[in-house]
């Protein structure tokens, strides 16, 4: 349905009392589980004021013309809610992004860098190593479809009598029968189309998420402030003058807006991430046939080189160099700066977005060609290197994140903050557990499609039809039930802090309502609930635990598989019986925790292609994991912040610049960092005629610490600056929400009010009879503080603008309106094409 375009209205006087009466407007903007229209407006009829069925703005039909009836809403402003939900849970294809969260997860780690200053330089390199893990994950993917395709199916049971023989579906692969298909190499070429379609898959979700998210234009806001293309994440020659690098945001006020730096959430370009990812696509495009290409050719080539065919020979020799130069260039390419944030980059790098997963192409069909060829005596035993390529893959991670780690580190020294989580160790350990995912997620498909292979018996220990996965992938799996029982430590330890908290909190629950009668079983549930919600600060230490074990353990198990060549249960044969018997245990145990977990993702997955319900719940892990826009991993979910936030940039432009009101965009949860996302996005003159109220907020709780750059007390500051009114809602009770921490400065209030009661009577009263319950993170607009704040939130934005003839606002506010109905204030806001159009 398209907006209606308000008419105009007669000018609003300045008068305070009469102030309320013009055309005010609440932009909701729901949190993580997604929120229907009806929940939000509290109103079983909803109209779609504009938007389509992905992402749409709604309102009640009684206030659908709102604009032309102002004196209706004297005691209120137009509620109107934006839903987003379907854009991370619509679907069923979704489903399908379980295969991504590895990559998701790895992404992350791009954005979590510390707040910095001084020369770009290290922040580059901090950017380009992120980039090579994620490309480690794309190869450790396709290297793990090989393994299972190649090796375990067309290499080691295909030529297995014992295994084929029971298999029907491999007859005419089986090296007892004396078909085409029957010799090694052209059971390696078929078998190679397996995980070539998984990389094809993978560009396809990619290439379509692209167009529906990456291709959505943000804004363009020309102002003064509009330079050269930016570096990685933004850090250039001006912002090293200042000091910063352009991540940090820099403050800046009204006053000196000409010469200060918007902080990197409010750079045109930020959200708007199309060049990379269609770069970097093509980048891990490349990488997984040239890894598919390999595994084939090598096989072929090792053969040639044991044998008396020098033709072939020399055409293996030949093949590998050009795989390996393929493979130079593609990490070339992803060494490539990353993202331009200063401007909208609409370009596209068709030589390398067209040619190199097309050249990578040809040569994986090249390989196969040269590995079809025919070699009579060539016969299939032992398994194929997977060993090596797993071994190399792990280390080279290993490697990445011990100078990401460093890196990191080097950053943070610069700009020291206590509430920087993990003292700025956040994205290398983000990084570290994207590749133990990774690895759990190789380790359970090669596991299971072994075990199922070979049938009674048990892989890797000998005696059956197949020789099994390669020997890493048993040690990587038995080290999780030793990672598991390290935990118990720290999580009983955990408990224990919990606990004392919950009694030590007893008397001050009980002073909080003073007026009460104590109930002993009433306070112990409150300070309970209050313990818990503290359990997320708690976070940044379980996690640095978790992360130091797992390198350990991982490294001890590359020099495990690497020293004894065996299964960890026959490596410790000759071992004292009571290691012998653990290392047994952990072998058995964990293998089906590997399995368990692999048959899980599979049900979970296909639970959620088929039901709706389920899919909201993963769509939970979406919201939180894909805010960020696709600067390391182009397979990751995509970034559906780059559709909402300029959604939520032109509803508020174009209303404000169309009616001259006032709008107090509220957010709850993740709702509310969009809201502060898009807020930043506005153009200084709109932006003054917009108030922010967040409740539930993990802005400094959560972003804040694990993504300082973007969201720590720098940026948060400039953003209270900039904004006209801003206020926060947070309770005790909220294991999410919280304070922002923003202090009162230049004559503006502090942004957090004191924490909210939970409950808001502690027990039975006149004006509620029955207990309350303990809300926690929801239903913050049930408290009465919210429609209080609300309303002086709205007192506090200057006097609705009177409008001229057509509906636009005066130039008394500095905002005007193009002929598109995009507001422009201290610079211009045009539209970018129609794709961008995504609100009245």
């Not at 349905?1 to 013009?22: E, F, I, K, L, Y």
């Not at 910063?244 to 945001?249: C, T």
């Not at 990353?338 to 909208?344: A, D, H, L, N, Q």
């Not at 960092?673 to 153009?683: D, I, N, R, S, Y």
């Amino acid at each position: 349905m398209s907006p209606a375009t308000p008419v105009p209205a007669d000018p609003v006087p300045a008068d305070p009392v009469q102030q309320r009466g013009g055309a005010a407007l609440e932009l909701l903007v729901h949190g993580v589980g997604g929120a229907t229209p009806q929940d939000m407006l509290d109103d079983p009829r909803t109209v779609r004021i504009t938007g389509d069925a992905t992402a749409a703005v709604y309102r009640r039909p009684e206030d659908a013309d709102a604009e032309n009836h102002p004196e209706r809403y004297g005691n209120g402003p137009v509620p109107e809610a934006y839903c987003w939900s379907n854009l991370t849970s619509g679907n069923g294809a979704r489903a399908l992004w379980l295969l991504l969260l590895p990559f998701m997860v790895g992404n992350l780690a791009h954005w979590m860098r510390p707040t910095t200053k001084g020369p770009a330089r290290a922040v580059r390199f901090y950017g380009m190593l992120v980039r090579l893990v994620a490309l480690s994950l794309t190869a450790l993917l396709t290297a793990a479809a090989c393994e299972v395709a190649l090796d375990l199916t067309a290499w080691q049971c295909a030529g297995s009598a014992a295994c084929s023989a029971n298999r029907s579906w491999l007859g005419f692969l089986s090296a007892a029968g004396d078909g085409w298909w029957t010799q090694p190499g052209r059971r390696l070429s078929l078998a190679a189309l397996v995980p070539a379609g998984l990389v094809g898959l993978l560009w396809y979700l990619s290439n379509r998420t692209w167009s529906a998210y990456e291709s959505q234009r943000p804004p363009n806001i020309t102002t003064t402030q509009d330079a050269d293309k930016d570096d990685e994440q933004g850090a250039d020659k001006g912002q090293e003058k200042n000091g910063e690098n352009g991540e940090d945001g820099e403050q800046h006020t009204a006053r000196d807006a000409e010469s200060a730096v918007h902080p990197a959430l409010g750079r045109p370009g930020f959200w708007y991430g199309r060049r990379v990812v269609a770069r970097l696509r093509a980048a891990h495009t490349g990488a997984g046939f040239l890894v598919i290409a390999a595994a084939v050719a090598g096989a072929a080539a090792r053969h040639d080189r044991s044998a008396d065919t020098l033709a072939l020979e020399v055409a293996g020799w030949a093949l590998e160099s050009v795989l390996v130069l393929a493979g130079a260039v593609v990490v070339g390419v992803v060494f490539r700066r990353g993202r331009s944030e200063k401007v909208i980059d609409n370009r596209i790098d068709h030589a390398v977005v067209s040619w190199l997963p097309g050249v990578s192409l040809g040569l994986l069909a090249l390989s196969m060609l040269y590995a079809s060829w025919s070699r009579p005596g060539w016969v299939s035993h032992g398994t194929l290197p997977g060993d090596t390529a797993f071994r190399v893959i792990t280390l080279a991670q290993g490697g990445l994140i011990v100078a990401l780690a460093v890196t990191a580190h080097v950053l943070y020294r610069r700009v020291r903050h206590s509430r920087t989580a993990m003292y700025g160790m956040g994205g290398p350990a983000v990084a570290l557990l994207a590749c133990a995912l990774g690895g759990v997620m190789t380790g359970g498909v090669a596991q299971r499609v072994a075990d199922w292979l070979d049938g009674a018996g048990t892989p890797g220990v000998g005696g059956g039809p197949i020789v099994g996965p390669p020997v890493l992938l048993s040690w990587q799996a038995s080290v999780i039930p030793v990672l598991l029982f390290l935990l118990l430590a720290p999580l009983a330890a955990l408990g224990v802090r919990t606990w004392r908290t919950a009694r030590a909190l007893a008397a001050r629950v009980e002073g909080d309502y003073p007026d009460e009668r104590p109930d002993e079983v009433r306070t112990r549930r409150i300070a309970g609930t209050r313990a818990r919600a503290a359990l997320t600060d708690a976070a940044p230490t379980v996690i640095g635990i978790v992360c130091v074990a797992t390198l350990l353990l991982g490294a001890g198990a590359v020099v495990g598989a690497w020293v004894s060549g065996d299964v960890p249960g026959e490596a410790f044969q000759r071992a004292h019986p009571v290691v012998e018997a653990a290392a047994e245990a952990a072998q058995t145990l964990g293998s089906w925790l590997v399995g368990l977990g692999f048959l899980l993702f599979v049900t979970w997955g296909r639970r959620a292609y088929r039901d709706a319900s389920a899919r909201r719940t993963i769509g939970i892990l979406w919201d939180v994991g894909t805010f960020w826009p696709r600067a390391a991993h182009p397979f990751a979910p995509p970034c559906y912040a780059e559709r909402a936030v300029p959604d939520l940039t032109w509803r508020m432009a174009s209303w404000t610049g169309s009616t001259g009101g006032r709008l107090v965009i509220s957010g709850h949860s993740q709702g509310s960092v969009l809201a502060a996302a898009a807020v930043w996005q506005l153009p200084p003159g709109t932006r003054h005629r917009v108030a922010l109220l967040t409740y539930g907020s993990p802005l400094e709780r959560l972003y804040g610490r694990w993504f300082p750059a973007y969201f720590g007390p720098a940026p948060l500051r400039a953003l209270h600056q900039e904004l006209h009114c801003w206020r926060n809602l947070w309770r005790h009770t909220d294991p999410i929400g919280g304070p922002v921490r923003v202090p009162a400065e230049d004559g503006k209030p502090e942004v957090d009010r004191e924490a909210l009661k939970d409950p808001v009577v502690y027990g039975r009263t006149d004006t509620h009879p029955l207990p309350e319950p303990v809300l926690g993170h929801s239903d913050y607009q049930a408290d009465p503080a919210f429609a209080q704040e609300r309303e002086e939130l709205l007192d506090r934005l200057p006097p609705p603008l009177p409008r001229q003839r057509g509906g636009t606002a005066g130039e008394g506010g500095g905002t005007t309106v193009d002929s598109d109905g995009a507001a422009a204030a201290g610079g211009t806001l045009r539209t970018q094409g129609s794709s961008g159009r995504s609100s009245g």
